[in-house]
C-alpha cells in the first residue's frame, strides 16, 4: 500500500523556479512523514528535504536551505518543492519518498520505504 508519483520537473534557466508535486494514493497519507532526494549526474542519492507528517517539521540540507521550500497538504494526498533561484547545480533526477513507521532519520534515504519514480530537473547557466 502507497504509491508515490512526481511531476513538475523540467528544464528552467538559472534563476529560474519550478514547483514540484507528489501525489500519494492511499488513505493514510496523513501519517506519513515525507521528504525529497535528489540524484545527479555520476553522483550518489542525496537529501534535500523533509517535512513531518502534520506538516509543522521541516528540514532542508544546507545546498538548498533559503532558496527551497518543503510544504504538503494532506487533505489533496500531495508534497510540494517550490525551488527558487535554481543552480546549475540543481540539475538532477528529485525522488519524493515516504516514511511510515520507525524512527524518523530524515536525512538518510534507508529511512524512507516508498519512493516515486522520479521526475528530471535540468537548470541551464
Known amino acids: 500500500q502507497g504509491h508515490l508519483v512526481e511531476s513538475g520537473g523540467g528544464l528552467a534557466q538559472a534563476g529560474g523556479s519550478l514547483r514540484l508535486s507528489c501525489a500519494a494514493s492511499?488513505?493514510?497519507?496523513?501519517?506519513?512523514?515525507m521528504g525529497w532526494f535528489r540524484q545527479g549526474p555520476g553522483k550518489e542519492r542525496e537529501f534535500v528535504a523533509a517535512i513531518s507528517r502534520s506538516g509543522e517539521s521541516t528540514y532542508y540540507a544546507d545546498a538548498v536551505k533559503g532558496r527551497f521550500t518543503i510544504s504538503r497538504d494532506n487533505a489533496e494526498n500531495t508534497m510540494y518543492l517550490q525551488m527558487n533561484s535554481l543552480k546549475p547545480g540543481d540539475t538532477a533526477v528529485y525522488y519524493c519518498a515516504a516514511h511510515r513507521w520507525g524512527t524518523f532519520n530524515y536525512y538518510y534515504a534507508s529511512t524512507y520505504d516508498v519512493w516515486g519514480q522520479g521526475t528530471q530537473v535540468t537548470v541551464s547557466s
Open positions: 492511499g488513505r493514510t497519507f496523513s501519517q506519513w512523514n
